[in-house]
Nanobody, 128 residues
Framework: EAKLAESGGGLVQAGGSLRLSCAAS????????IGWFRQAPGKEREGISC????????YYKDSVKGRFTISRDSAKNTVHLQMNNLRPEDTGVYYC?????????????????????WGNGTPVTVSS
């Protein structure tokens, strides 16, 4: 059974940092694209970053580029999202999701139905 579990969310002041983790099991982790999605209060879920399968190419939404870094730890079947210089508009529930198709098109084009597995999310609150 495929599973994804997010951790690392919390409350932080603007300008602070958090490191989210997404622990995966039950599928071919290294070959899968792993995306991070954010759902702000009252808004739709959107893809903000993704790391592709195999070659680990990184993709970022413009609003987080230069502040967020995605990485894959194959030894631990975990993907991290390092979030620096956080802003109040980064507040939301952060989800990780896996696309066994290797590429990041579904994640970065908000094609939620194209993602194969989802975690339950971890909340992030950035206070001003």
């Amino acid at each position: 059974e495929a599973k994804l579990a997010e951790s690392g969310g919390g409350l932080v002041q603007a300008g602070g940092s958090l490191r989210l983790s997404c622990a995966a099991s039950g599928f071919a982790f290294d070959a899968a694209a792993i995306g991070w999605f954010r759902q702000a209060p009252g808004k739709e879920r959107e893809g903000i970053s993704c790391i592709s399968g195999s070659v680990n190419s990184e993709y970022y939404k413009d609003s987080v580029k230069g502040r967020f870094t995605i990485s894959r730890d194959s030894a631990k079947n975990t993907v991290h999202l390092q979030m620096n210089n956080l802003r109040p508009e980064d507040t939301g529930v952060y989800y990780c999701a896996a696309d066994t198709g290797t590429f990041c098109q579904n994640a970065m084009h908000n094609n939620l139905w194209g993602m194969d597995f989802w975690g339950n999310g971890t909340p992030v609150t950035v206070s001003s």
